[in-house]
């Protein structure tokens, strides 16, 4: 089945600093989601690209849609310790049910 | 705003004993998911229902795992016998439909510990 592969694993930032993770997969995909999981929470979307070379922005957040179509990109800017938490990239399967597949997660931690 | 619903948000039980979870969609959302998440993970699909019908359950182990929409509103997820590796956090999530199925609103999941 699709594979999506995130990285990095983790991170370790000072508050303030810029973020970059990516996410690849062996398949093109037509759409890239972004979602963030607090610890004990469930993933909420972040963004939702639907274009290749799409760039869509919330807030401080950038994201990006690959120009092959197999990759995508989310940038924060100015992190802050809000930020914390694991960020997940999705991408629906090619079949008709449309399911998200997701990747393994990148884990953020923002030290003060 | 309007939010998914599950319950319980813990559990904890021992092993070969039934467990079961519930989870109420946005209103008017048609679609509906189960996933299961494993500590390090994402999150992977375990059941997809359309109203009240059952459209994937192809990594639901049937051996142990049900799932039912009778009314296509809420739904319910069981395991019975549970096992030490079903030790996870179960999310529920719905869409409108499958086809903006992408666009998944997730609840705050019920975290499992089988002991």
């Known amino acids: 089945g699709q594979q999506l592969n995130q990285s990095p694993q983790s991170m370790f930032i000072q508050e303030g600093e810029d973020v970059s993770m990516n996410c690849t997969s062996s398949s093109i995909f037509n759409t890239w989601l972004w979602y963030k999981q607090d610890p004990g929470e469930g993933p909420v979307l972040l963004i939702a690209l639907y274009k290749a070379g799409e760039l869509t922005s919330n807030g401080r957040l950038t994201a990006q849609f690959g120009i092959t179509r197999k990759d995508s990109f989310l940038n924060i800017s100015a992190s802050i310790p809000s930020d914390v938490g694991i960020y997940f990239c999705a991408g629906p399967s090619s079949g008709s049910a449309r399911q998200l597949t997701f990747g393994s997660g990148t884990q953020l931690t923002v030290l003060p | 705003e309007a939010e998914v619903a599950q319950s319980p948000r813990y559990k904890i039980t021992e092993k070969s004993q039934a467990v079961a979870f519930w989870c109420d969609p946005i209103?008017?959302?048609?679609?509906l998911y189960w996933y299961r998440q494993i500590l390090g993970q994402g999150p992977e699909l375990l059941v997809q229902f359309q109203d009240e019908s059952v459209v994937d359950d192809s990594q639901l182990p049937k051996d142990r795992f049900s799932a039912e929409r009778l009314k296509g509103v809420d739904s319910t997820l069981k395991i019975q016998p549970a096992e030490l590796g079903d030790s996870a956090m179960y999310l529920c999530?719905?869409?409108?439909?499958?086809?903006?199925?992408?666009?998944?609103?997730f609840g705050s999941g019920t975290q499992l510990s089988v002991l």
């Open positions: 209103s008017g959302h048609a679609t």
């Open positions: 999530a719905s869409s409108i439909g499958p086809t903006r199925g992408e666009k998944l609103f």
